[in-house]
């Protein structure tokens, strides 16, 4: 069945660093995959967004890339910010689209 | 332009009621998708909705239905629930095109919890 597995253990990063995020997916392969991002008691933001055929979309100061040999989307945060501390899912779309369980992730003043 | 909204935001009923939730998509947004979040089990898919037909449907039991509106507005339902049923009711909207669909601007969601 279909899988994306994202890091569960939450990330500390030190402001300032780039924050890295892997998503891996298993028995799937999407025409696209979209980052949010969701703030407890709130609902999911949408990000980005990148297709099978692109290999890396930026949009400020965040970075995706979509391996699809790999099966895997690597998203950064650069010059990583306190306010940037949240949890970040990864989805994955066709028909359905199939969300990872999210990395928290906590940027250390 | 008014985001996405859910009503109620909160929601406390007995195991075996059920339950109507509704959602109000972004003006223009035709495309509605219903998820279902929980610690265990992450956001789960449940069904989309577009120009009043059910687009797509999840893994869910049929006690879990739900219908789009003329208008765009949708509501989603659930019968005899269960304690597992437990859960943060999210509803999201998007315009129709190749990579619009694919993005999701969602509500609040309802928080539904079931004694």
């Known amino acids: 069945s279909q899988k994306i597995e994202q890091n569960s253990e939450a990330l500390n990063i030190q402001e300032g660093k780039t924050a890295t995020l892997t998503c891996n997916y298993t028995?799937?392969?999407?025409?696209?995959l979209q980052w949010y991002r969701q703030d407890p008691g709130r609902g999911p933001v949408f990000l980005l967004l990148?297709?099978?055929?692109?290999k890396e979309k930026r949009k400020e100061r965040l970075k995706v890339t979509f391996d699809t040999t790999l099966k895997q989307s690597l998203f950064h945060i650069t010059a990583s910010q306190p306010a940037d501390s949240a949890t970040y899912l990864c989805?994955?779309?066709?028909?359905?689209?199939?969300f990872g369980k999210g990395t928290r992730l906590h940027i250390l003043p | 332009k008014a985001g996405v909204t859910q009503t109620p935001r909160y929601l406390i009923k007995t195991r075996g009621q059920q339950v109507t939730l509704s959602c109000s998509p972004i003006?223009?947004?035709?495309?509605v998708s219903w998820y279902q979040q929980t610690p265990g089990q992450g956001l789960q898919f449940l069904f989309e909705?577009?120009?009043?037909?059910?687009?797509n449907k999840g893994n869910f039991p049929g006690r879990f239905s739900g219908r789009q509106f003329s208008n765009s507005r949708s509501e989603m339902n659930v019968s005899t629930l269960e304690l597992g049923d437990s859960a943060l009711y999210l509803c999201?909207?998007?315009?129709?095109?190749?990579?619009?669909?694919?993005?999701?601007?969602f509500g609040p969601g309802t928080r539904l919890t079931v004694t």
């Open positions: 999201a909207s998007s315009l129709e095109g190749t990579d619009s669909r694919y993005e999701q601007y």
């Open positions: 028995n799937y392969s999407p025409a696209y």
């Open positions: 990148i297709r099978e055929n692109e």
């Open positions: 989805a994955l779309g066709d028909d359905k689209i199939i």
């Open positions: 003006s223009g947004h035709r495309s």
């Open positions: 909705y577009f120009s009043e037909t059910q687009r």
